[in-house]
């Protein structure tokens, strides 16, 4: 018997297998290398459309299924805009090896605000005009109170309504008969310290009776400010009551004549009160004039009722 070779038949209709192509390698330090984004910035995305990338899969061979984590020339699967993203942040950030950078107190977020119960507090409103030198301050009480009470709503007047005040109680003495009488016989020595502390204690009643008018406004719902509304009813005590003062020195505190102008003061005072209140603490005018019940009826009490 001839013998047959046995062995792995040869298919001649199957084309010849190419060698595998393997890419020239160049050497080492003439590799082109990617152009290096400066410090600090994203790298520059190449120019034209990006090739695409092939997510390895588990179980793939050479490899785990591990993703690459930085790739700069690769395409990175699109990721849903989310409504927190700052309008500012380019494509790359806050992808997989990717990060975002921000300054020093940027809010990426937007502007956050912190929750606070109850009503915000009201914004501070501007001046209305600038700060009016005494004199025409004196007399803007007199000649215009309402536009003068408006405009000095933001300003303290320490400085006049002190001054004033204290020359005021000073000569309040001799509007009353028999401390007039008691000052003029009693020597120099004896006069000044009795002039110079009804000074002070003129003072220190209408400090009381300022912040007593400020705090009834307060809490009528007013939003005006302590020391303008102290201030200026210091002055208006004053001014409104000199008149009577300067007629009671010279013709007595008993004087029919005096005594009138004395009731005509007082209520020209509870306008001014009125007025004072309700520019300076946004009220309407019977809210206002209830604050300065309790001022009005001091000054009576003190000062007109002592002449009547």
């Not at 298919?11 to 060698?19: I, L, Y």
């Not at 000649?143 to 109680?169: E, I, K, N, S």
């Not at 309040?172 to 009804?198: C, H, M, N, W, Y």
Request: charge should be neutral; aromatic fraction near 10%.
């Amino acid at each position: 018997m001839a013998g047959f070779r046995i062995g792995r038949g040869r298919d001649n209709n199957r084309p010849p297998q190419q060698p595998p192509h393997t890419p020239r390698q160049q050497p080492y330090g003439q590799q082109q290398q990617p152009p290096q984004a400066p410090y600090g910035h994203q790298p520059y995305p190449p120019a034209g459309p990006p090739p695409q990338q092939a997510w390895p899969q588990q179980g793939a061979a050479g490899g785990h299924g591990e993703p690459e984590y930085f790739d700069p020339y690769g395409q990175q699967p699109q990721q849903p805009q989310s409504p927190y993203t700052a309008p500012h942040e380019s494509s790359y950030a806050n992808n997989p090896g990717h990060t975002q950078a921000f300054s020093f107190g940027e809010d990426p977020y937007g502007q956050a605000a912190s929750y606070q119960a109850g009503p915000g507090p009201a914004p501070a409103a501007a001046p209305v005009g600038p700060r009016l030198h005494w004199k025409e301050l004196l007399r803007g009480i007199v000649m215009r109170p309402g536009p003068t009470f408006l405009q000095m709503r933001d300003y303290a007047v320490w400085g006049p309504a002190l001054v004033v005040t204290f020359l005021y109680g000073m000569l309040a003495v001799f509007g009353f008969d028999k401390a007039r009488e008691d000052a003029i016989k009693a020597t120099l020595t004896q006069a000044i310290p009795i002039v110079l502390s009804t000074g002070v204690a003129f003072v220190i009643c209408g400090l009381i009776l300022g912040a007593v008018t400020h705090t009834l406004a307060r809490q009528l719902g007013g939003d005006g400010a302590w020391q303008p509304t102290v201030g200026l009813s210091m002055l208006v005590m004053s001014i409104t009551d000199a008149p009577r003062l300067v007629f009671a020195i010279f013709l007595g505190g008993d004087n029919m004549f005096v005594q009138v102008l004395g009731w005509i003061t007082w209520l020209a005072a509870g306008a001014l009160f009125t007025s004072l209140v309700s520019k300076s603490h946004d009220l309407p005018w019977q809210k206002a004039l209830g604050a300065s019940a309790i001022q009005l009826v001091a000054l009576l009490s003190m000062i007109k009722l002592g002449t009547l």
